[in-house]
């Protein structure tokens, strides 16, 4: 590659053109890809390469670098085309895009060193863009500079108008999203076309600074980074552009989206033919530490007296304002029922660390993925029923080897007469879909705990299921819990049946099994408390030496704990018996017990189970 001076206007042009280029050629070798709207946006990120971008390609790692959000992550090539003009990937790195094994997937993921976060999903990237620079403005405390390109398509995204809302309300100067108003989106014309006023009325009502420009211009590009720095809040560049711009053949026209060109050899012709040009992209300014909470030190978990009665989303408040006490690196988030979820036991201890994301669960988790992408730990608490509003972010954040710690309360029929639509039943089955989780439901508050400080260090998506109502303590304060074990609480040689709870129909099975006992029946009662990993082990053993298994879940029957337990048996192992226990009707209001009763998961459904088992067939 030849070094080139971009000082002026009409070698970032070329740079332009050699991003087109290279978008063209990745995209053809590669035989798919989204190269036109690589193209649209070519002038708006040649720009702040070359000038306003503060970055070290030698050290991602650098706390004081920029962020790069391709918020439109379809326009991959235009990404990779940038890494290649910053020296960062070979030319022929570069044409191994979308092959296996290469490092340039379809859409960015932090297989590359360069990119926080996956991105791909539509309207995902600005709220994490809102997330990082969240932590550069309160956490890091470090003056980097978030930039999000972002599509017009995806500005139809509710997740985005969740972001112009949080950054607006925070005034995050630190943030700039940079929206590439090219007008087509997949099978045509997007909602508001080349009306660069309409969405500037529209961002403009979040409190957003706004500047419309021709995003072909890179004298108007330029003015308009800069006076997105100087401005105290966030700013929206509309830049209105022309997809496949360059190209007479594709340029604005329909029908070209997600596709190579089909005479690429003649649009790098018409481009201006293939060039070596490469940016020194300038280092951040100053290199400082981020801002340091204190120091770690040991965690000190609550205890709960055994027989005591205690919520367990009141031990998780509790138990995470601990863990926050010696881990300085924890942050909380709510979406405001801080006061229903506990989280407000972190807030009120640790309010520097504690964000109010409010009734906007997208942004909620967004944020916390952000967050993560900067070495923070973040917990982020809801009603488990609302974590299906951002379900796809906890998707993408799986894709992108995020580290997420989700606490869902208000779990199940059990929470009572707040009736159907508040009850988390569908949440087991989510996050065991997720790859790589970790799914937790304690049924006592020193369980919780305890599974609340194991979560801290666990890598990839973690839920932990807490419940509304109070349940008896039965374990110790010293009692130790770890991610894929599970407790047998009752236990002979004469069991004849294994009972497999978690969670609060733990305690109706070990009533089941007192009441069993009582007629001369042993049962054997296994707490599940880690659904996923499951102790396959110890399910193995029980099915071997009892032959029979019931399990109960507040849940409904598909994907939750009994699918985990009968996922155990799906490889070729001899198979028990199994009767599964769930919430098989729509619940209506009423209180706890007769949910339980209603829905077949008491105390004496789990006898009347147990007897279906042993009764002659």
């Not at 569908?426 to 989780?437: I, K, Q, Y």
């Not at 801290?456 to 991610?483: A, C, H, K, N, Q």
């Amino acid at each position: 590659m030849t070094d080139q001076n971009l000082n002026d206007d009409l070698n970032i042009a070329e740079l332009g053109q050699q991003l087109r280029v290279d978008a063209v050629r990745c995209a053809a070798a590669a035989g798919s890809g989204h190269p036109t709207s690589s193209m649209s946006a070519a002038d708006l990120m040649a720009t702040l390469l070359a000038r306003h971008l503060r970055y070290d390609f030698d050290q991602p790692d650098d706390p004081n670098n920029d962020h790069l959000v391709f918020s439109k992550g379809h326009a991959s090539p235009l990404l990779y085309a940038m890494y290649k003009a910053a020296g960062a990937i070979t030319d022929e790195e570069l044409l191994t895009f979308r092959t296996l094994g290469s490092r340039l997937e379809g859409h960015p993921t932090p297989r590359l060193p360069w990119v926080d976060v996956a991105t791909g999903s539509l309207g995902l990237g600005l709220p994490v863009a809102v997330g990082l620079a969240l932590t550069g403005k309160l956490l890091d405390r470090l003056p980097y500079r978030v930039w999000a390109l972002c599509g017009d398509s995806e500005l139809a995204e509710g997740s985005m108008w969740e972001a112009f809302e949080a950054a607006g309300y925070e005034r995050l100067g630190n943030l700039v999203a940079i929206v590439d108003v090219n007008r087509l989106g997949q099978r045509g014309p997007t909602r508001h076309g080349w009306d660069t006023g309409a969405y500037a009325r529209r961002i403009g009502a979040f409190g957003w600074h706004t500047v419309e420009i021709n995003g072909h211009d890179v004298a108007a590009i330029d003015r308009a980074y800069a006076e997105a720095a100087a401005a105290d809040r966030p700013t929206a560049v509309l830049a209105l552009t022309t997809k496949g711009a360059g190209v007479a053949a594709v340029a604005d026209q329909e029908g070209r989206h997600g596709k190579p060109l089909t005479d690429p050899d003649d649009a790098i012709e018409e481009l201006g033919g293939i060039r070596r040009m490469r940016v020194h992209v300038t280092p951040p300014a100053k290199r400082a530490q981020p801002h340091s909470f204190g120091e770690p030190g040991t965690v000190k978990l609550p205890s709960y007296a055994v027989g005591s009665e205690v919520a367990t989303r009141n031990a998780f408040g509790e138990a995470l304002a601990a863990v926050g006490a010696a881990r300085p690196d924890v942050v909380g988030l709510d979406g405001e029922v801080a006061d229903s979820t506990r989280m407000d036991q972190f807030a009120t201890a640790h309010p520097e660390r504690f964000f109010e994301l409010y009734i906007a669960e997208q942004q909620l988790v967004a944020a916390a993925i952000g967050m993560q992408a900067r070495g923070w730990i973040p917990y982020v608490a809801t009603f488990a029923a609302f974590f299906t509003r951002a379900y796809d972010f906890v998707r993408m954040a799986a894709i992108g080897g995020a580290d997420l710690r989700l606490v869902g309360s208000h779990a199940g029929v059990s929470i009572g007469q707040d009736g159907p639509s508040q009850m988390g039943l569908e949440d087991l089955a989510a996050f065991r879909a997720v790859h790589g989780s970790v799914v937790l439901y304690p049924c006592d508050a020193n369980q919780t705990a305890a599974l609340v400080a194991a979560m801290t260090d666990y890598p990839g998506i973690g839920y932990l299921r807490t419940t509304r109502g109070e349940t008896p303590v039965i374990y110790g304060p010293d009692d130790e819990f770890s991610i894929a074990g599970s407790r047998i609480l009752r236990s002979s040689p004469a069991d004849q049946v294994t009972v497999v709870a978690a969670g609060i129909t733990v305690h109706e099975a070990l009533a089941a099994a007192d009441d069993l006992a009582h007629d001369g029946i042993a049962v054997r009662v296994i707490d599940l408390y880690s659904v996923k990993p499951v102790d396959a082990q110890t399910l193995r053993d029980a099915a071997r030496e009892t032959g029979r298994i019931v399990t109960v879940e507040d849940h409904w029957p598909e994907g939750g704990l009994g699918d985990a337990v009968l996922d155990v048996f799906g490889h070729g192992d001899q198979a028990p018996a199994v009767l599964k226990l769930a919430v098989h009707g729509m619940p209506t209001s009423a209180t706890p017990a007769e949910q339980l009763h209603a829905a077949g998961i008491d105390r004496q459904a789990i006898v009347d189970a147990v007897r279906l088992m042993l009764s002659p067939r």
